[in-house]
C-alpha cells in the first residue's frame, strides 16, 4: 500500500496460498474467534463437487444470473478460471466497512491483486507450506483429489508461490497449525491500529475549546 493512500474502515484480508496449504482451516478458525469477521462466500457458475453446499462452500449460480450480477455491479472482482466463472460479492466489501470489521476472502492471487486495485488499503496475505514435499503430503492425506489432480496441483503450487512471495504484504509459514494461526491473528490487530483505522471519533478533536482544553 502506498503510505499516501488513506485507509477507509474495516479491514479487507484476502488469503491465498497453493491448495492444500492450509488456508481455509486458518480461514475457519479466524471466522470463528473474531466476532466481527465476514467470510466471502464466492459466487460460482461450477458445479457443486462432492458435498459442497450451495450457501456455505459457493453460491452455485447458472451462467444468466452471473451475467446479471456482473451487469448490476454486484461483483468487487469476478474471473473465468478454467471456463467457470467466480465472483466475490461486493456486498462483502460495504459490510466490512460499515461494521468496521474484517472480510475474508479465501481467492487466489489473481482475485487478490483484483481487490487491491480498486480497495488499495486491503491486506494481501500469502500462506505457505513449510516445504513442496510436505505440501503433497497434505494433499494426498486429504483425501479429496485423484492422484493425477495432485500433480497437476503441485505444479500450480510453485509458478502462484512465486508470485505470492514477490508481491503479497504478509507472508504465513503454516508449518504448526497453532503457531500459523496465530502469526494471521497477529496480522489482523496490527491493521487495526494502522493510522487511518482506528476510531478517534470520541476524542472530538475537530472541536477547539473543550472544557480541560481552555488555557
Ligand atoms: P486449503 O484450503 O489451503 O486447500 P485445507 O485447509 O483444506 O487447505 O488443509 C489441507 C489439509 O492439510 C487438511 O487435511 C488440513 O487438516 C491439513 N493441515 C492444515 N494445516 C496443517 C498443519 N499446519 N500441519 C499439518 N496438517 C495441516
Ligand atoms: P475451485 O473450483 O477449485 O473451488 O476453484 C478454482 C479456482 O477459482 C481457485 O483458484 C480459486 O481460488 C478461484 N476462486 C474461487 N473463488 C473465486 C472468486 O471469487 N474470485 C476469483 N477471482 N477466483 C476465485
Redesign the pocket.
Known amino acids: 500500500m502506498n503510505e499516501s493512500t488513506p485507509l477507509q474502515p474495516g479491514i479487507l484480508l484476502v488469503l491465498s496460498?497453493?491448495?492444500?496449504?492450509?488456508?481455509?482451516?486458518?480461514?475457519?478458525r479466524l471466522l470463528a474467534e473474531l466476532p466481527d469477521a465476514i467470510f466471502s462466500i464466492s459466487v460460482t457458475t461450477r458445479q457443486p463437487r462432492g458435498r459442497e453446499q450451495d450457501g456455505v462452500d459457493y453460491h452455485f449460480v447458472d451462467v444468466a444470473s452471473f451475467q446479471e450480477r456482473i451487469n448490476r455491479g454486484e461483483f468487487v472482482e469476478w474471473a473465468e478460471v478454467h471456463g467457470h466463472f467466480y465472483g466475490s460479492s461486493q456486498a462483502v466489501v460495504d459490510e466490512a466497512r460499515a461494521k468496521r470489521g474484517v472480510a475474508i476472502f479465501?481467492i487466489d492471487v489473481q482475485g487478490g491483486y483484483a481487490i487491491k486495485r480498486k480497495h488499495p488499503d486491503t491486506v494481501l496475505a500469502f500462506?505457505l507450506p513449510?516445504s513442496l514435499e510436505?505440501l503433497g503430503r497434505?494433499?494426498r492425506?486429504?483425501?479429496?483429489d485423484a492422484e493425477e489432480t495432485i500433480r497437476r496441483r503441485m505444479l500450480a503450487a510453485r509458478s502462484e508461490i512465486e508470485r505470492g512471495i514477490a508481491t503479497y504484504d504478509y507472508i504465513l509459514v503454516?508449518?504448526?497449525?497453532?503457531r500459523?494461526y496465530q502469526d494471521l491473528h497477529s496480522v489482523v490487530i496490527a491493521e487495526r491500529c494502522r493510522r487511518g483505522r482506528v476510531d478517534l471519533s470520541n476524542l472530538h478533536l475537530e472541536k477547539p475549546g473543550t472544557p480541560d482544553s481552555g488555557r
Open positions: 496460498a497453493p491448495s492444500g496449504t492450509g488456508k481455509t482451516t486458518l480461514a475457519r479465501d500462506v513449510p510436505e497434505r494433499l492425506e486429504r483425501g479429496t503454516n508449518d504448526d497449525i497453532e500459523a
